[in-house]
C-alpha cells in the first residue's frame, strides 16, 4: 500500500505564498508521475500540477502558469508545490497524487494510481 501525505497548507493574504509538500512512503516511486489537483467548495476538482520521475517535463493549468511551480525530490520521494502571488480563487483543498501512467493522466483526470487526503489552502482578500 502507498501513502500520500500532504502539509503545508494554511491561511494566506492575497499576493503571498505558501509551499505544499507531498511526502510518500509505502513502496518504490521508480518512474511514477506526481502531481496536484485541487477542490474549492461547490466546485469540481481540477487539475493543477505534475511533473515527470525525471523532473524533465512539467505541466500546469493555465490558471497557475508563471505563480506556481512543482518541483520533486526523488531521493526523499517528496514532492512540492511552490505557490506564489496568491489569489482567493486558489482557496481550496490541495492534493497530492501519483500515476505510473505519466502526466498525461493527470490532465486527464483518469489512471490516477494513488491520492493524499488533502490539505487546505486559504487565500483571503
Known amino acids: 500500500q502507498v501513502q500520500l501525505v500532504e502539509s503545508g497548507g494554511g491561511l494566506v493574504q492575497a499576493g503571498g505564498s505558501l509551499r505544499l509538500s507531498c511526502a510518500a512512503s509505502g513502496r518504490t516511486f521508480r518512474g511514477i508521475a506526481m502531481g496536484w489537483f485541487r477542490q474549492a467548495p461547490g466546485k469540481e476538482r481540477e487539475f493543477v500540477a505534475a511533473i515527470t520521475w525525471g523532473g524533465d517535463n512539467t505541466e500546469y493549468v493555465d490558471s497557475v502558469k508563471g505563480r506556481f511551480t512543482i518541483s520533486r525530490d526523488n531521493a526523499k520521494n517528496t514532492v512540492t508545490l511552490q505557490m506564489n502571488s496568491l489569489k482567493p480563487e486558489d482557496t481550496a483543498m490541495y492534493y497530492c497524487?501519483?500515476?505510473?501512467?505519466?502526466?498525461?493522466?493527470?490532465?486527464?483526470?483518469?489512471?490516477?494510481?494513488?491520492w493524499g487526503k488533502g490539505t487546505l489552502v486559504t487565500v483571503s482578500s
Open positions: 497524487a501519483a500515476a505510473y501512467g505519466g502526466t498525461y493522466y493527470f490532465r486527464v483526470q483518469r489512471g490516477i494510481d494513488y
